[in-house]
C-alpha cells in the first residue's frame, strides 16, 4: 500500500498549486508525449512529474522528462517522458500517463496507478529534466520539477538541451556502456 504521506503530499501540491481546471479537456499521451497551448498545461506537466517519479521508482532507474514542442507553433508546448533505456515511455506507462492527467479524482487514480504499476512509493526517484527555448518552458519545467520533487525524487535540471541529448543523457545514466561513453563525454 502507498505511503500515506507520500501521497497527502502530491495531492495537497496538486490541490493548491497544480490544479485540473474544470473546463480542462481531456487529452492522450502519444509518440510526442502531450501536447497543448502552453497555458493549459500547468497540470499536465505536474502530472508528469508524477508518472516520471513512478515510473523512476518502478523500475529504480533514472527516466527524463524533456519540455518541448519541436516544430509546433510558439504559443504551444509539450512534454514527454523518456524511459530508462533512452528510448520512449513504455506503452502501458503512457496509459497511466494519460489516465492520471485526464483524472477528476485525482487521489483515486494516483492510488490506483501506483497499485496497478506495483510501485514502491517510499523507493528513491531520479529524474533529469529538460527543456527547450520558447518562453513559457522554464515556467512548465518548474510545474515537472514540482511533481517529480512531490513524490519524495530527485531532479536533476539540465537546463536548455535538445531532446536527442536528453535521451543521450538518460541512457547514459542506466547503462555500463552509456555510463562509460558519459564520462569521456560529459
Same mark, same amino acid.
Given at each position: 500500500?502507498?505511503?500515506?504521506? !507520500? ?19 481531456? *487529452? ?16 499536465? *506537466?505536474?502530472? !508528469?512529474?508524477?508518472?516520471?517519479? /513512478?515510473?523512476?521508482?518502478? +523500475? ?34 503512457? *496509459?497511466?500517463? +494519460?489516465?492520471? !492527467? ?11 496507478? %501506483? ?5 514502491? !512509493? ?6 533529469? %529534466? ?9 515556467? /512548465?519545467?518548474?510545474?515537472? %520539477?514540482?511533481? *517529480?520533487?512531490? /513524490?519524495?525524487? +530527485? ?5 536548455? /538541451? ?12 542506466? +547503462? ?11
Amino acid at each position: 500500500m502507498a505511503s500515506a504521506n !507520500v501521497l497527502e503530499k502530491a495531492v495537497v501540491v496538486s490541490q493548491e498549486n497544480h490544479p485540473r481546471p474544470a473546463d480542462a479537456a481531456d *487529452v492522450e499521451y502519444g509518440t510526442a508525449g502531450f501536447r497543448d497551448l502552453a497555458t493549459k498545461l500547468d497540470f499536465v *506537466v505536474f502530472r !508528469v512529474g508524477l508518472i516520471a517519479a /513512478l515510473r523512476s521508482k518502478s +523500475t529504480r532507474s533514472v527516466v527524463g522528462v524533456m519540455i518541448t514542442a519541436s516544430h509546433n507553433p510558439e504559443e504551444d508546448n509539450g512534454v514527454k517522458v523518456i524511459d530508462p533505456n533512452g528510448g520512449m515511455l513504455e506503452p502501458s506507462w503512457e *496509459v497511466f500517463a +494519460t489516465e492520471l !492527467v485526464n483524472a477528476k479524482n485525482f487521489e483515486h487514480t494516483l492510488e490506483k496507478v %501506483i497499485k496497478s504499476a506495483n510501485v514502491e !512509493v517510499e523507493d528513491p526517484a531520479t529524474v533529469l %529534466i529538460g527543456r527547450d527555448t520558447r518562453l513559457n518552458s522554464e515556467q /512548465l519545467a518548474q510545474s515537472v %520539477i514540482d511533481g *517529480v520533487q512531490s /513524490l519524495g525524487g +530527485t531532479i536533476h535540471n539540465f537546463g536548455l /538541451l535538445t531532446t536527442p541529448q536528453l535521451h543521450y543523457l538518460v541512457r547514459c545514466k542506466n +547503462t555500463e556502456i552509456g555510463r562509460a561513453s558519459c564520462r569521456e563525454r560529459v
